[in-house]
């Protein structure tokens, strides 16, 4: 439990320097919730479907020999959600559109190493 605490801290210290994001989520390779700051959707559904996204993405990487995964970039009309697996956990950011999204990406790398 003190494990989880230390990570939610350190989640709401990533989330308020990462200028544009709305939410964040720590969960495992399989889906399971660890630690978000995500406020208004069913986190243990939002986790679930993360990591979908990531063993998707994971999938045709390999299908297509790209070698072993790092991240994943889904854009939409009013956002853009990252994800980035590593080791046994996932991280994912939803960040607003206009948002830079490499920084957010070297952020979240630096966040899960």
Do not use: P
Request: aromatic letters at 4%; glycine letters at 10%.
């Amino acid at each position: 439990m003190e494990t989880q605490k230390r990570i939610g801290r350190a989640l709401e210290r990533l989330a308020s320097s990462m200028d544009g994001a709305r939410s964040l989520v720590v969960s495992s390779r399989e889906g399971g919730l660890i630690s978000s700051t995500v406020k208004g959707v069913d986190e243990e559904e939002l986790c679930a479907l993360g990591a979908k996204l990531i063993s998707t993405s994971k999938w045709v990487g390999k299908e297509l020999k790209l070698k072993d995964f790092e991240s994943t970039t889904v854009e939409f009309e009013d956002g853009t959600i990252l994800a980035y697996g590593h080791g046994s956990v996932s991280i994912m950011a939803i960040i607003d559109k206009g948002s830079n999204v490499e920084l957010m990406r070297l952020l979240l790398r630096s966040f899960a190493e």
